[in-house]
């Protein structure tokens, strides 16, 4: 496994400044003594006699420090001089030696940052070009896979109709053939029979005959023997019937596959993927923290995908076990968890059986979410408990948040952290968990000392890390950066605003639920459309989000069904 970067771990959270005892938002460095700094220490660091000509700069455009490296002649003294006559980095002692004598020397550290920016250049260059390329193109053969399944299943589909049309023509012909024997058979028994009356006629009249000779032939009656000669007909001429003949017909497997047809790959060269040829701008970027902190998963798609001028429904989902839906998850694998207002939490698959059910304290709260290895984390607020559930469905403990009750949760697709909006005697907050459960950051106020929530019920992440939060007493969105500090809040575009579920997407829009609406804005809170109302058949939305491939799925309160829509295109 490949460890972060200092400049990737250095974001992951706030920084802290370097001055002692200080734990402000470290956003200021000083170059000379390579420290963060938060606003008020750098002003006292240009205030102080000693430090004010020292070169002080944003964070993010920092003088990257040299690695300490003690010289193997002068194991006193650091390696930060070179020597470009020798092309060696030197101790300042070795640098008055005779081997360096009137030889030119640079600053080590100027040219380890034009170093370390040049790397950074190619870093970024992965980050912006190789990697989404080729994540693109590993999902173009995705989509390969999914075409290829579904040709074949359409084929398979059509050989078992082509087969089955076969046997139906088969048993209708053998059928027509068995009728058309019987027919043949009844013809010629009937020829038969004509022909077995004619003798049983026959033998008749020869019984008859029989008796006039025996009277003829009596020597009592001599008369009748003289008076006529008897005559006897001939025998009746009949044929034997032709037998019919049955030609079986000749054919073998080949035959019959020529009938069913073939599958075959036609002779056609493969086209070649089409890979996208790095620009001059992608090959001269200049690295910031920014493009650090963009999912390099989802730039690929960032760059394609745009708002629809209309929302689609692609499907829906009957959601077994509960009444309504008020926060849905989907996992990685497609399956949906959905919960109700009653504290039934299930999980269904795609067809829409049911996988598993669990009973926890939670309601009409945003209490569950699919984290990016596919257990589903979930708050029992009675418990104060943080669980989670495997693919294997074993349910562990897994955060306790001692007197705080936790109403929301949301694991972020950014580095995993855990966030979740606290309930508390004295006032609300949402603090921030690492992926093993440690205690990581408190957001509470604002810059003004104002309590930032009063009941944070739903909650999710924006690609640039902000913390969005419905809170359903303040009836706004309320936004703070990764740091903690608020940025916006969104009070809707009407009076009786009631914020519910709330997700965001590859583009940095936010989505929010309202009592019969679901409101889009963008990253920084400014609206931009309704894009789902009763005229979608949306009445009372309360759960949202938004998969891997793009999908909004609305969970509504009056109804079991769980809506899937598109409206990126």
């Known amino acids: 496994m490949v460890e972060p970067s200092q400049e990737q771990a250095a974001m992951q959270h706030y920084l802290v400044c370097g001055t002692k005892d200080c734990q402000m938002n470290g ?91 040049c790397q950074q250049s190619e870093f970024a260059k992965i980050q912006r070009y190789f990697l989404p390329i080729t994540q693109s193109l590993k999902k173009d053969i995705k989509r390969d896979v999914t ?51 004619t003798y049983d006629d026959y033998i008749a009249y020869l019984e008859r005959m029989t008796d006039e000779f025996q009277e003829h032939l009596s020597l009592t009656n001599q008369k009748l023997l003289f008076s006529k000669t008897l005559r006897i007909k001939t025998i009746p001429d009949t044929t034997k019937p032709v037998p019919p003949v049955f030609t079986r017909s000749q ?39 920014k493009q650090l902190e963009q999912s390099t998963e989802k730039s690929d798609i960032k760059q394609t995908l745009s708002l629809s001028s209309s929302v689609t429904k692609v499907r829906e989902y009957r959601v077994p076990g509960i009444d309504s839906a008020w926060h849905v998850s989907v996992d990685k694998s497609g399956r949906l968890w959905v919960s109700n207002g009653n504290s039934n939490l299930v999980k269904t698959d795609l067809q829409g059986k049911l996988l598993q059910k669990v009973q ?56 995993g952290d855990i966030l979740v909006g606290m309930d508390t005697d004295k006032e609300a907050k949402v603090t921030r968990y690492s992926k093993t459960g440690k205690e990581i950051q408190n957001i509470q106020r604002d810059n003004q000392g104002q309590g930032l929530y009063d009941y944070p019920h739903y909650i999710t992440e924006n690609i640039n890390g902000d913390i969005c939060t419905s809170d359903f007493k303040k009836q706004s969105v309320v936004v703070v950066n990764k740091s903690g500090q608020h940025r916006f809040s969104y009070t809707g575009q009407k009076a009786g605003f009631c914020p519910w579920g709330i997700c965001t997407d590859v583009l940095g829009h936010i989505l929010v639920c309202d009592s ?54």
């Open 27 to 117: 956003q200021f460095y000083c170059n000379v003594c390579h420290r963060p700094l938060c606003e008020q220490c750098r002003d006292e660091h240009l205030k102080c006699a000693d430090t004010k000509i020292h070169e002080i700069v944003l964070y993010r455009h920092r003088k990257h420090q040299l690695p300490v490296e003690k010289c193997k002649l002068h194991p006193t003294r650091n390696i930060d001089i070179f020597c470009k006559e020798c092309q060696i980095p030197l101790c300042s002692k070795c640098s008055t030696s005779k081997e360096h004598n009137r030889h030119t020397f640079d600053d080590l550290e100027e040219i380890y940052a034009e170093k370390y920016k």
């Open 147 to 197: 075409e290829i399944k579904n040709l074949m299943e359409s084929i398979r589909t059509s050989m078992k109709l082509g087969a089955e049309y076969l046997k139906n023509l088969v048993d209708e012909v053998t059928s027509e053939n068995m009728e058309h024997t019987y027919t043949v058979e009844k013809s010629l028994i009937k020829m038969l029979k004509s022909q077995e009356k």
């Open 251 to 289: 054919f073998n497997k080949k035959d019959v596959a020529k009938l069913l047809g073939k599958v075959y790959i036609p002779e056609t060269k493969p086209k070649r993927r089409n890979i996208e040829p790095m620009n001059a701008d992608t090959t001269h970027m200049k690295f910031t923290e």
């Open 360 to 415: 926890t304290s939670g309601g009409g709260e945003g209490y569950h979410t699919a984290a990016k290895d596919g257990v589903l984390i979930y708050t029992d607020q009675d418990k104060k408990v943080i669980y989670g559930i495997t693919p294997d469905k074993k349910i562990t403990k897994f955060i306790k948040t001692g007197d705080r009750t936790p109403i929301c949760v949301y694991s972020s697709y950014i580095n």
């Open 516 to 569: 019969n609406t679901v409101h889009l804005l963008d990253q920084d809170g400014g609206f931009k459309s309704v894009i789902l109302s009763s005229q979608q058949e949306i009445y009372g939305p309360r759960g949202v989000c938004v998969d891997d491939e793009n999908n909004l799925y609305v969970g509504q309160v009056f109804t079991s069904i769980v809506t899937v829509y598109k409206y990126l295109k």
